[in-house]
């Protein structure tokens, strides 16, 4: 089968073929953890509550109409509140259910296991030194994974030249940890993780929207180089979508 046949393939995975291959979940294994463990020495940072006093426009119509991929940021940096909302409206957690079976967040995920984790490429955001974070949704908080100011001449090469994104104030990069969606879905993982990471950048859109932010989503970027600048192995998680974001010029 040439490589347009099986990604077709892919594309039409089933639900009613999942059950050729029993699942972990099936076969009593623990579901995997919510969020990728933390260093114990890792800095983390508090981050402001989510809070709709940063939208300026917070009609659902108007921010429809008006959303379109932004690729022109102005200089100013990003306030810590609009950069807690969009994380908080992408990726923040409403309800832990069961203990830690699964969590509920504004945007859906199949089966709930919302397999990502939320890296942040901040050049230009309040009270943030320069470098690569990450969103830790259970806490609502971010942990610095290493300080860096080179990060945007890097970001741009691993976006094949796209220098908006790597100029951005701050860029949301979203790996997968395919595991938490295997353990549930076995063959079918792939094909719902792919659609979940549409539906978390379309909250970031209409959330940067509404704030008087852009965002463009970002799919064309060098695999190897993308997993390598935020320091992911590329087997067990890597990058599966990216999308700048800044106050619109
Ligand atoms: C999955 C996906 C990948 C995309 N990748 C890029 C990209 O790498 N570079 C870019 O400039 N725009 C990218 N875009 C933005 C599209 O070009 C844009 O959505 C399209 O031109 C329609 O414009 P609109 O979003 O303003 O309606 C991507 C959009 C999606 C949904």
């Given at each position: 089968?040439?490589?347009?046949?099986?990604?077709?393939?892919?594309m039409k995975?089933q639900?009613?073929k999942?059950g050729r291959?029993?699942?972990?979940?099936?076969?009593g294994?623990p579901?995997?953890?919510?969020q990728?463990?933390?260093?114990n020495?890792?800095?983390?940072?508090?981050?402001?509550k989510p809070?709709?006093?940063?939208?300026?426009?917070?009609?659902?119509?108007?921010?429809?109409?008006?959303r379109?991929s932004?690729?022109?940021f102005?200089?100013d940096?990003?306030?810590?509140?609009?950069?807690a909302?969009?994380l908080?409206?992408?990726q923040?957690?409403?309800?832990?259910?069961?203990?830690?079976y699964c969590t509920?967040?504004?945007?859906?995920s199949?089966?709930?296991?919302?397999?990502f984790?939320?890296?942040l490429a901040v050049?230009?955001v309040e009270?943030?030194?320069?470098g690569?974070?990450?969103?830790?949704?259970l806490?609502?908080?971010?942990?610095?994974?290493f300080?860096e100011?080179?990060?945007?001449?890097k970001l741009?090469e691993a976006?094949?030249?796209?220098?908006f994104?790597?100029?951005?104030?701050?860029?949301?990069i979203?790996?997968?940890?395919?595991?938490?969606?295997?353990?549930r879905?076995?063959?079918?993982?792939?094909?719902?993780?792919l659609?979940?990471?549409?539906?978390?950048?379309?909250n970031?859109?209409?959330a940067?929207e509404?704030?008087g932010c852009?965002?463009?989503?970002?799919?064309a970027?060098d695999?190897?180089?993308?997993?390598?600048?935020?320091?992911?192995?590329?087997?067990?998680?890597?990058?599966?979508?990216?999308?700048?974001?800044?106050?619109?010029a």
């Amino acid at each position: 089968m040439d490589i347009i046949q099986s990604n077709r393939e892919f594309m039409k995975s089933q639900f009613g073929k999942v059950g050729r291959a029993v699942s972990d979940q099936a076969r009593g294994l623990p579901y995997p953890p919510l969020q990728k463990a933390l260093d114990n020495a890792a800095q983390r940072i508090k981050l402001p509550k989510p809070d709709s006093a940063v939208l300026n426009c917070n009609e659902l119509d108007a921010c429809l109409r008006k959303r379109r991929s932004r690729r022109n940021f102005s200089k100013d940096a990003l306030a810590q509140a609009e950069l807690a909302y969009l994380l908080w409206a992408t990726q923040g957690v409403q309800e832990v259910v069961d203990d830690g079976y699964c969590t509920l967040r504004p945007a859906p995920s199949a089966g709930a296991r919302h397999p990502f984790e939320t890296y942040l490429a901040v050049n230009r955001v309040e009270r943030l030194k320069p470098g690569v974070y990450r969103y830790l949704p259970l806490t609502h908080e971010l942990v610095l994974e290493f300080a860096e100011h080179n990060t945007a001449a890097k970001l741009t090469e691993a976006c094949l030249g796209q220098s908006f994104v790597g100029t951005a104030p701050v860029a949301f990069i979203w790996t997968c940890i395919p595991y938490r969606c295997e353990w549930r879905y076995v063959t079918l993982a792939h094909k719902v993780m792919l659609i979940d990471a549409g539906h978390l950048c379309q909250n970031l859109y209409l959330a940067a929207e509404a704030m008087g932010c852009g965002t463009c989503g970002i799919g064309a970027y060098d695999q190897e180089a993308m997993d390598a600048l935020i320091h992911v192995d590329g087997e067990d998680e890597y990058v599966v979508y990216l999308a700048p974001v800044g106050k619109l010029a």
